[in-house]
T-cell receptor
Framework: DGGITQSPKYLFRKEGQNVTLSCEQNLNHDAMYWYRQDPGQGLRLIYYSQIVNDFQKGDIAEGYSVSREKKESFPLTVTSAQKNPTAFYLC?????????????FGSGTQLSVL | KQEVTQIPAALSVPEGENLVLNCSFTDSAIYNLQWFRQDPGKGLTSLLLIQSSQREQTSGRLNASLDKSSGRSTLYIAASQPGDSATYLCAVRPGGSQGNLIFGKGTKLSVKP
């Protein structure tokens, strides 16, 4: 089945540790996105990429890094510089054609700090 | 700065009732607006996408309308069912921007049997 796969579903980070969240899609979409969701708040954009080997900062990029070496993959690293990493992280993709911009989301990764 | 507001934050209705969820945005210069559904601990599922030139979109029991000039969108759910219980979020894509959807905080809907 076509879709977006995020792993792991739950992740725990120790202080000072970098952790990487995986996002893979087989929808042949050009654009991919990372969002952070906190309780009672709307989704906030961390990073997005519209083409392989290129990505742009979103509204809350500090303390995060990404790469886009393959069209199918857009991993997110939460670095030790991110002081409040506990949140639900959502990856999304779209074909980014202006006539059809529906976003497709993965099932999310819940990151918690030990 | 574009802001998206959804009122109420939570809504509880009996099964079978028709209901309307509201979304308002402060800047009418949008490219499109999407409605999403989110089940607890899950990702978002896109329900309907309305381009700025459109007035409404329909899918099954769902109908979304868009009034750009007044900065409002509504999601109408007909004959609600317990399976409709979820959080519904709307998001706007500001005109001319790349990749930066602005989300509301959502309305948590509970449909009681």
């Amino acid at each position: 089945d076509g879709g977006i796969t995020q792993s792991p579903k739950y992740l725990f980070r120790k202080e000072g540790q970098n952790v990487t969240l995986s996002c893979e899609q087989n929808l042949n979409h050009d654009a991919m996105y990372w969002y952070r969701q906190d309780p009672g708040q709307g989704l906030r954009l961390i990073y997005y990429s519209q083409i392989v080997n290129d990505f742009q900062k979103g509204d809350i990029a500090e303390g995060y890094s990404v790469s886009r070496e393959k069209k199918e993959s857009f991993p997110l690293t939460v670095t030790s510089a991110q002081k409040n990493p506990t949140a639900f992280y959502l990856c999304a993709s779209s074909d980014d054609r202006r006539t059809n911009e529906k976003l497709f989301f993965g099932s999310g990764t819940q990151l918690s700090v030990l | 700065k574009q802001e998206v507001t959804q009122i109420p934050a939570a809504l509880s209705v009996p099964e079978g009732e028709n209901l309307v969820l509201n979304c308002s945005f402060t800047d009418s210069a949008i490219y499109n607006l999407q409605w999403f559904r989110q089940d607890p601990g899950k990702g978002l599922t896109s329900l309907l996408l309305i381009q700025s030139s459109q007035r409404e979109q329909t899918s099954g029991r769902l109908n979304a309308s868009l009034d750009k000039s007044s900065g409002r969108s509504t999601l109408y759910i007909a004959a609600s069912q317990p399976g409709d219980s979820a959080t519904y979020l709307c998001a706007v894509r500001p005109g001319g921007s790349q990749g930066n959807l602005i989300f509301g905080k959502g309305t948590k809907l509970s449909v009681k049997p």
